[in-house]
């Protein structure tokens, strides 16, 4: 069961825990369910949309589904359980080019409303984005300390850098 919500009057604790601890972006395309722990990426409004900001770098297995999907579910913890934290460390530090994420977690999957990727249950609060628009961050434009910081090897690899994918929220719940 889900429970509608406006997305925005959950933007505070959506933010708390993409700082702390991560939230999942979860991405499907054909039969393949793709979660990926996430700590970049912002709630807000483009052009007058209602939107979620995901930054996917691009070396990652996530950003080709998503670049043929061109949707995904952001899926935010409720608490801080074990369980949950061993979910996001897995799916943080495991690819989906060697092994099925959902399968290795007995995570369970609920369908989406809007799109076709689906909401995870053990994450219940759930937005649904369609992609509206995306952009592949430009490295000379970056502050040079978040270069040094968070892209020391992009002068050997200009591949080491994000995509911002915007998605317009169509659907926001709690799965109950």
Same mark, same amino acid.
């Given at each position: 069961?889900?429970?509608?919500?406006?997305?925005? !009057?959950?933007?505070?604790?959506?933010?708390?825990?993409?700082?702390?601890?991560?939230?999942?972006?979860?991405?499907?395309?054909?039969?393949?369910?793709?979660?990926?722990?996430?700590?970049?990426?912002?709630?807000?409004?483009?052009?007058?949309?209602?939107?979620?900001?995901?930054?996917?770098?691009?070396?990652?297995?996530?950003?080709?589904?998503? !670049?043929?999907?061109?949707?995904?579910?952001?899926?935010?913890?409720?608490?801080?359980?074990?369980?949950?934290?061993?979910?996001?460390?897995?799916?943080?530090?495991?690819?989906?080019? !060697?092994?099925?994420?959902?399968?290795?977690?007995?995570?369970?999957?609920?369908?989406?409303?809007?799109?076709?990727?689906?909401?995870?249950?053990?994450?219940?609060?759930?937005?649904?984005?369609?992609?509206?628009?995306?952009?592949?961050?430009?490295?000379?434009?970056?502050?040079?300390?978040?270069?040094?910081?968070?892209?020391?090897?992009?002068?050997?690899?200009?591949? !080491?850098?994000?995509?911002?994918?915007?998605?317009?929220?169509?659907?926001?719940?709690?799965?109950?």
């Amino acid at each position: 069961m889900k429970k509608a919500i406006n997305a925005f !009057d959950y933007s505070g604790p959506i933010l708390d825990k993409l700082c702390h601890g991560g939230i999942l972006v979860t991405v499907k395309d054909g039969e393949k369910v793709n979660p990926m722990t996430i700590g970049w990426g912002t709630i807000g409004a483009d052009w007058s949309k209602p939107v979620f900001q995901a930054y996917i770098r691009e070396s990652r297995f996530t950003k080709g589904m998503l !670049d043929k999907a061109m949707a995904f579910t952001v899926n935010v913890p409720v608490e801080n359980s074990q369980r949950v934290k061993e979910i996001l460390a897995f799916c943080g530090t495991k690819s989906g080019r !060697d092994l099925d994420k959902v399968k290795e977690l007995g995570l369970h999957l609920e369908p989406g409303e809007k799109i076709d990727a689906p909401a995870i249950r053990e994450l219940p609060l759930t937005l649904e984005c369609r992609v509206i628009y995306k952009v592949r961050q430009d490295g000379s434009a970056i502050p040079k300390d978040a270069m040094e910081r968070y892209y020391p090897n992009y002068e050997e690899n200009k591949e !080491d850098i994000h995509t911002v994918y915007y998605g317009e929220i169509l659907a926001a719940y709690l799965v109950e």
